[in-house]
């Protein structure tokens, strides 16, 4: 039995989240399921982490378990004739058996877009955050540098988790426009549930003027209650995953 490794890229608006779900459509059951209609094998894929719904993948990566001897190097194009065109496989390996998508990750960057204009945009609806406030972007900018390093992100996390280590580390945040455009990434060792939502809606927050404090004070806090709203899900990408 090979151990494959897949990256994948998604459009995440059609769907529940990377999780399969009874009810309900995710990415992981509309791979597997592709998988079956290949090789008539039922298989469990394992990603290196769930998305929630709406939200986008760039590079997503999983792997799973597979006794047919169909070269690894047919599998994207194969398995993209049987999928949705808003999910495509955009490489495949053959790697140890003991590699694990999850929990051999080391890292994970992430993008996320705010289409900063008065007016709503029909190219950029359902990949973007639609702020329509003018937004000071240097501050959010200078801001953003407080970020960096290894801190406890407590205040960054939604309720509803059960995760007890609140310490990460992020590596880099980038921050750049073009024309209203914003684009934010961010890439660290791991993040808590909806981290970077939170960490998008402080930036915003704070280019908006409704959050005086500085950054470094949030994140000292610890508190939810002082950092910013919960961005939209649509507007952020898994960009890639580092092993």
């Known amino acids: 039995?090979?151990?494959?490794?897949?990256?994948?890229?998604?459009?995440?608006?059609?769907?529940?989240?990377?999780?399969?779900?009874?009810?309900?459509?995710?990415?992981?059951?509309?791979?597997?399921?592709?998988?079956?209609?290949?090789t008539k094998e039922e298989v469990k894929i394992t990603g290196s982490g769930r998305t929630d719904a709406g939200v986008h993948a760039l590079g997503q990566v999983a792997n799973f378990k597979l006794n047919s001897d169909i070269p690894y190097s047919k599998l994207p194009n194969a398995l993209n004739s049987k999928l949705p065109k808003d999910i495509s496989i955009i490489d495949c390996k053959?790697?140890?058996?003991?590699?694990?998508?999850?929990?051999?990750a080391k890292g994970?960057?992430?993008?996320?877009?705010?289409?900063?204009?008065?007016?709503?945009?029909?190219?950029?609806?359902?990949?973007?955050?639609?702020?329509?406030?003018?937004l000071d972007f240097n501050?959010?900018?200078?801001?953003?540098?407080?970020?960096?390093?290894?801190?406890?992100?407590?205040?960054?996390?939604?309720?509803?988790?059960?995760?007890?280590?609140?310490?990460?580390?992020?590596?880099?945040?980038?921050?750049?426009?073009?024309?209203?455009?914003?684009?934010?990434?961010?890439?660290?060792?791991?993040?808590?549930?909806?981290?970077?939502r939170i960490i998008v809606g402080t930036l915003v927050d704070i280019g908006r003027g409704r959050i005086k404090d500085n950054l470094s004070e949030i994140i000292d806090s610890k508190s939810r209650s002082k950092t910013g709203h919960t961005a939209p899900a649509h507007g952020l990408f898994l960009k890639k995953v580092d092993y």
């Not at 053959?94 to 051999?104: G, K, P, S, T």
């Not at 900063?116 to 406030?133: A, E, F, L, Q, W």
């Open 94 to 104: 053959e790697v140890d058996d003991q590699f694990h998508a999850r929990y051999n």
């Open 139 to 196: 501050k959010m900018c200078k801001e953003a540098k407080s970020l960096i390093g290894t801190h406890d992100f407590k205040g960054f996390m939604s309720s509803g988790s059960s995760v007890i280590d609140t310490v990460r580390t992020i590596y880099d945040i980038e921050i750049t426009k073009d024309e209203d455009l914003i684009t934010i990434e961010v890439e660290g060792s791991g993040f808590l549930y909806n981290m970077v």
């Open 108 to 134: 994970k960057r992430y993008r996320y877009l705010i289409y900063n204009s008065p007016y709503r945009s029909p190219i950029y609806k359902d990949t973007s955050y639609h702020v329509k406030y003018e």
């Open 1 to 38: 039995m090979r151990n494959l490794m897949i990256k994948i890229q998604y459009n995440g608006a059609n769907y529940c989240g990377w999780q399969k779900q009874p009810d309900s459509l995710g990415i992981q059951g509309t791979i597997e399921k592709a998988i079956f209609d290949i």
